[in-house]
């Protein structure tokens, strides 16, 4: 019987030293294994690129698995690739949604186990950074900013709770932006603080951006934090990392786009799966059923 051919992307810095090559390897008897080990992000997307056929296993952090997905998105996103991940980075978000356990054993589990789902893809333009994918969570505003805040100085210090440490330090002084969105070709104009496009449903290490995401519809979720709602979502914080639906709360504006542009006076800065993508004007479109990927058993498309 032929071994299954994969290839394991790692990144030591991301915590993902916690994977071991032999250890791996013998978790894995019967996988033929072809081992990268990243020095930086451009590793991760090179390899990722190359590969056009069988199991792309990522060992790393959400950073981590955004540079394989680009890499992926690069090739086309190629229809004999499947994704698996082993989360070994700090917030681990992407696997939060996809319900797969952070436990280096539980996780392997999970793609022995292979379960495969077809999820949805974003790509988003713009003229500094012009093209890039993503599966998980844009942010732009606060959450951004908390995202640039909560550096890993902070992340060593407060873990999980980092994000909301952050949060607490950037809102104090964050200037609310004039905001015009195009939602499938329709204007709505307003005043916010954080814009988040989600796929999936969690950015900062369980901060819910978009708890309603379904990556498997064919629409991105919109979620605005208008103004009028910082107050009380900030007071909301910690109940939101308990992953509060606060989507009808007053101030919050909740809707489904395939194509958003998104515009801003002054300028908004995004991250996407949490890496800087900058502060122009910034379209995102939704690129349905682009990869396969391996879920946990607890995983379902549609959180309601």
């Known amino acids: 019987m032929e071994a299954t051919k994969a290839r394991v992307i790692i990144n030591p810095s991301s915590g993902g030293g916690a994977y071991d090559p032999d250890e791996l390897r013998s978790e894995f008897d019967g996988y033929d294994l072809d081992w990268v080990e990243t020095e930086g992000p451009e590793d991760a997307v090179r390899a990722a690129?190359?590969?056009?056929?069988?199991?792309?296993?990522?060992?790393?952090?959400?950073?981590?698995?955004?540079?394989?997905?680009?890499?992926?998105?690069?090739?086309?996103?190629?229809?004999?690739?499947?994704?698996?991940?082993?989360?070994?980075?700090?917030?681990?978000?992407?696997?939060?949604?996809?319900?797969?356990?952070?436990?280096?054993?539980?996780?392997?589990?999970?793609?022995?186990?292979?379960?495969?789902?077809?999820?949805?893809?974003?790509?988003?333009?713009?003229?500094?950074?012009?093209?890039?994918?993503?599966?998980?969570?844009?942010?732009?505003?606060?959450?951004?900013?908390i995202s640039t805040a909560n550096d890993e100085d902070l992340k060593s210090k407060w873990g999980k709770l980092s994000y909301l440490r952050a949060s607490l330090e950037v809102a104090r002084n964050f200037e609310v932006r004039e905001i015009t969105m195009y939602l499938d070709g329709e204007e709505r104009k307003t005043r916010a603080v954080n814009?988040?496009?989600?796929?999936?449903?969690?950015?900062?290490?369980?901060?819910?951006?978009?708890?309603?995401?379904?990556?498997?519809?064919?629409?991105l979720d919109v979620v605005v934090i208008e103004a009028a709602g910082l107050t009380e979502i900030l007071a909301l914080t910690p109940t939101a990392l308990a992953k509060s639906d606060y989507l009808d709360k007053e101030?919050?504006?909740?809707?489904?786009?395939?194509?958003?542009?998104?515009?801003?006076?002054?300028?908004?800065?995004?991250?996407?799966?949490?890496?800087?993508?900058?502060?122009?004007?910034?379209?995102?479109?939704?690129?349905?059923?682009?990869?396969?990927?391996?879920?946990?058993?607890?995983?379902?498309?549609?959180?309601?």
């Open 49 to 145: 690129e190359e590969w056009r056929e069988g199991l792309l296993i990522v060992a790393g952090g959400d950073g981590t698995v955004n540079d394989v997905v680009n890499g992926l998105g690069k090739a086309g996103f190629p229809e004999g690739v499947t994704l698996g991940i082993l989360p070994a980075g700090t917030g681990n978000d992407l696997a939060a949604t996809l319900c797969i356990p952070e436990d280096a054993d539980a996780a392997e589990d999970v793609i022995r186990q292979g379960r495969v789902r077809t999820l949805d893809v974003a790509r988003v333009r713009s003229e500094g950074i012009e093209e890039r994918f993503f599966i998980n969570v844009a942010t732009g505003g606060l959450g951004a900013d």
């Open 251 to 304: 101030g919050v504006y909740f809707t489904r786009a395939r194509e958003i542009r998104i515009e801003t006076r002054p300028g908004l800065d995004f991250t996407a799966d949490g890496e800087v993508i900058g502060d122009e004007p910034a379209e995102f479109v939704v690129l349905p059923k682009a990869l396969k990927v391996i879920v946990g058993p607890e995983y379902t498309p549609d959180p309601a």
């Open 195 to 219: 814009v988040a496009v989600g796929n999936c449903r969690y950015a900062g290490g369980g901060w819910p951006a978009a708890p309603r995401a379904n990556p498997e519809d064919g629409l």
